[in-house]
């Protein structure tokens, strides 16, 4: 398949399933709100070194939220439930209870619950009180500045981690070019998040390594300064590959921003410098999610791949 001289490979992407959940978080200004969503979901690119994979997936207006404030849509994910029950807490405590003006909300109504002011609450150390609205139970936590107010608990889903495609270029500069419109129009998507700096992976890993004890290890055969050295996925023409990963709340989601990302690449097309469309995967041996380049671009994101 060609697009706009873009050549989409036949191939997929493998994805995994995760656990994941949607937190509300607002502030007096849009700037605080941001600032609580950026601290939030900071290092927390890969489950291999982070515990957890989360991002902003959307700035929210007044009228979308809770409290009518400014606010922002985040989401966590991880590889199970008990791990994401741990993690949240530890965000919300240590990033937006202690950020200015913050309130925070459940994002998810179903699903098992994951803790929010169910274990943040002891900060208030025994002046914490707590009111049933529309039978949601909320918190308000003394603090120096005021009071923080926060859902008891949130709900959770069955996601999809680890959904990618790579971007094949002449150059860095092009490579990362096509990458920059891909994470722009993937931004419009709702239930997805791209957890690697500004939504691209310059370092995308292959699983294992020669050394003992490392789960994952430089994507060899997708490395232009190793063509040569190792087999080799690139032509001689490709200069420099990005890659985006994709988590979601569903496959639906994950498939909808593959075909929209990639719908971006190829706008910048092979005037543009992109050569080729191509996808991580591990022979199906990694996670039961795949997502297949070309039906997702002929077939409609929804239809496409499906689970192994």
């Known amino acids: 398949m060609i697009l706009n001289g873009v050549e989409i490979r036949d191939t997929f992407a493998e994805a995994f399933p995760m656990v994941g959940t949607r937190l509300i978080v607002t502030a007096d200004t849009p700037d605080w709100a941001m600032t609580a969503g950026r601290v939030t979901t900071g290092f927390a690119t890969s489950v291999i070194g982070c515990g957890c994979e989360a991002g902003i997936e959307r700035v929210l207006a007044p009228e979308e939220t809770p409290d009518g404030r400014p606010g922002v849509a985040l989401l966590i994910f991880a590889m199970d439930f008990g791990s994401l029950k741990k993690v949240v807490p530890l965000r ?4 937006v209870l202690t950020c200015p003006t913050t309130a925070c ?3 998810v109504e179903g699903g098992k619950r994951v803790p929010l002011a169910k274990t943040i609450r002891y900060f ?3 002046h914490q009180i707590s009111k049933k609205l529309a039978g949601k139970r909320f918190w308000r936590v003394p603090v ?3 009071e923080f107010v926060c859902d008891e608990d949130t709900g959770s889903v069955e996601g999809v981690g680890g959904g990618n495609f790579l971007i094949l270029a002449r150059s860095r500069g092009q490579a990362l070019h096509a990458a920059e419109q891909a994470v722009a129009a993937m931004g419009t998507v709702p239930g997805i998040i791209l957890p690697f700096p500004g939504g691209v992976v310059r370092s995308g890993s292959k699983v294992g390594s020669k ?7 430089t994507n060899d055969a997708y490395c232009p300064t190793l063509r040569g050295a190792v087999p080799s996925q690139l032509s001689p023409e490709v200069g420099s590959v990005m890659e985006i990963v994709i988590d979601g709340v569903s496959f639906e989601a994950v498939a909808e921003a593959t075909r929209v990302g990639i719908e971006a690449v190829c706008a910048v097309g092979a005037e543009g410098g992109v050569l080729a469309i191509d996808a991580g995967n591990y022979g199906g041996n990694l996670g039961p999610f795949h997502f297949k380049l070309r039906e997702i671009m002929s077939a409609g994101a929804g239809s496409a791949g499906g689970v192994a």
């Open 92 to 95: 919300l405590g240590q990033c």
């Open 105 to 107: 909300y459940a994002g």
């Open 124 to 126: 208030g150390d025994g």
């Open 144 to 146: 120096m500045e005021g």
């Open 211 to 217: 050394y003992k004890g490392m789960f994952a290890s």
